[in-house]
């Protein structure tokens, strides 16, 4: 381990949730041991206090292992300084946000954290943390809030602003957040918006690694490897991938010393990472978790979802722009491999999570483009109606789960329109689905803003979507 106190902190990550700590903290962790710096990272957790906790009590160090076909390895990060948890102390998080040692703040927080709308970039006044935060400016509990409150003080001070890199699964994840941030910023006090959009840079990035939540093993692993007991491990694939838009005024880690890609333009890698990798793990996870498969790898074993996959892979990249560094049937080809890794047990249904969060820009948009271009959408149509099929809530075999959607409310109430049924569906009530799948499907359609409307328009696409809930 290189000596890690000469290493300032330069970094306030929000969401010190397993994925940055199997991804943008490792890649951290690689740059300070190579070259040193001021950039280790204060994170920040805004939901569980626990991780917080943990981090401090191991002085910020965890292990990650590294599950692959021939073994996992397990490497210790250093990266981390420590951590705070936002909803028990504030006060050092906005510190944190003020100080002029912060150069970047970065962002895991999960789609459904931010509260933008997508087409407009205006602040959603019906998301809980937006509506705190437009309500106690001075006292932030939501992304967007902290944002702003830091970017306000720093401006008051004449301190230079900070760089905002977003990490989550978003389509123009900078320009999204830069809009979101600037509405809820000028909201809060005239002209602050306009100053932010002036000054701040909100870089956009792909990111990109499978990472399981860690489980028991995970930690008993951890333990074996180091000698140490870690409530903090967690456990990812061989693979990582770190596409960045290299616009930092206030500098960055280099970042590329480690691996990550820093371009001009993350659009088109970030489009193909979305739709490729992202829309066919959701394929999965829906159709997976109803035919009864816990885990990817095993979806991956079915032989029909597993045709699925390549017919998915392959309309997707045949909506995207070529990219020159990448093939994308190779692309294809490594993913089918990623899936399919046996040492990984990445459970569909956490995959399944925030449906209306993630069809978008995974599923949905790929669709429309390859309506307008009139190319096949049936594909689309499947993994579509997977995802509402999986909104039942019940599996082919007829166990019941919870759907964990921020939308579920609006979803199980559709479902029951349809129906008729007054609670969660049995599997007699079920087999009544497919006789309505029209009915159902027009009631999922017509959740408010989720569709593209050119799909709603097609009746094709409508009847291709209705078709895969009657079998
Ligand atoms: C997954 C992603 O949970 C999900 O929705 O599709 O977290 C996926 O594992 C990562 O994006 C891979 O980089």
Not at 273 to 291: E, F, Q, T
Not at 296 to 316: F, G, I, P, T
Not at 358 to 376: F, G, H, N, V
Not at 383 to 402: K, N, P, V
């Amino acid at each position: 381990m290189y000596h890690r106190e000469a290493c300032g902190v330069g970094i306030v990550h929000l969401g010190v949730g397993n994925f940055h700590r199997a991804h943008q903290a490792v890649y951290t962790d690689e740059v300070l041991a190579r070259q040193s710096g001021d950039w280790r990272i204060l994170g920040v957790s805004l939901r569980s206090e626990n991780i917080a906790r943990i981090l401090n009590e191991q002085d910020g160090l965890y292990t990650l292992l590294i599950r692959g076909e021939g073994g996992t390895h397990a490497h210790v990060i250093g990266s981390i300084a420590g951590a705070v948890a936002a909803s028990r102390s504030l006060a050092p998080v906005l510190t944190a946000l003020i100080s002029p040692k912060t150069r970047i703040v970065t962002l895991t927080v999960t789609e459904k954290a931010y509260g933008i709308d997508r087409a407009s970039g205006a602040v959603s006044s019906l998301h809980p943390a937006v509506m705190h935060d437009l309500a106690n400016p001075d006292q932030p509990a939501g992304v967007l809030g902290l944002l702003v409150w830091g970017l306000r003080h720093r401006r008051q001070r004449q301190l230079a602003p900070f760089s905002v890199l977003c990490c989550d699964n978003l389509p123009e994840n900078g320009r999204l957040l830069r809009a979101g941030v600037c509405d809820l910023a000028e909201r809060t006090e005239a002209g602050l918006g306009g100053w932010i959009a002036e000054h701040v840079a909100f870089p956009c990035s792909m990111v990109d690694r499978i990472t399981p939540s860690p489980t028991d093993q995970t930690l008993r692993d951890a333990a074996l490897a180091t000698g140490c007991d870690d409530l903090a491990a967690v456990e990812t694939e061989p693979f990582s991938m770190w596409v960045v838009e290299d616009h930092f005024p206030a500098g960055r880690p280099a970042w590329e010393r480690a691996g990550a890609l820093m371009v001009h333009d993350v659009a088109p890698y970030e489009r193909m990472k979305l739709r490729m990798l992202n829309g066919a793990h959701s394929l999965l996870a829906y159709a997976g978790h109803v035919a009864g498969h816990a885990y990817v790898r095993d979806a991956m074993r079915d032989d029909a979802l597993s045709r699925r996959v390549d017919e998915y892979l392959r309309a997707a990249a045949a909506t995207l722009q070529p990219l020159p560094a990448v093939d994308f049937s190779t692309y294809a080809a490594d993913l089918r491999r990623r899936f399919a890794n046996p040492s990984i047990a990445h459970k569909t249904s956490q995959i399944a999570m925030d449906g209306t969060e993630k069809l978008p820009q995974r599923i949905l948009e790929a669709a429309a483009d390859s309506l307008a271009k009139e190319m096949p959408t049936k594909i689309f149509a499947f993994a579509t109606a997977a995802w509402m099929r999986y909104s039942l809530g019940i599996t082919d075999a007829g166990e019941q789960y919870d759907l964990n959607d921020p939308r579920a409310g609006e979803i199980t109430s559709a479902v029951r329109r349809v129906s008729g049924a007054p609670h969660a569906p049995d599997l007699h009530s079920l087999r009544s689905y497919a006789v309505h799948a029209s009915a159902l499907s027009a009631a999922l359609m017509g959740l408010p803003g989720l569709f593209p409307p050119s799909l709603l328009q097609s009746p094709a696409w409508r009847e291709q979507v209705s078709g895969y809930l009657r079998v």
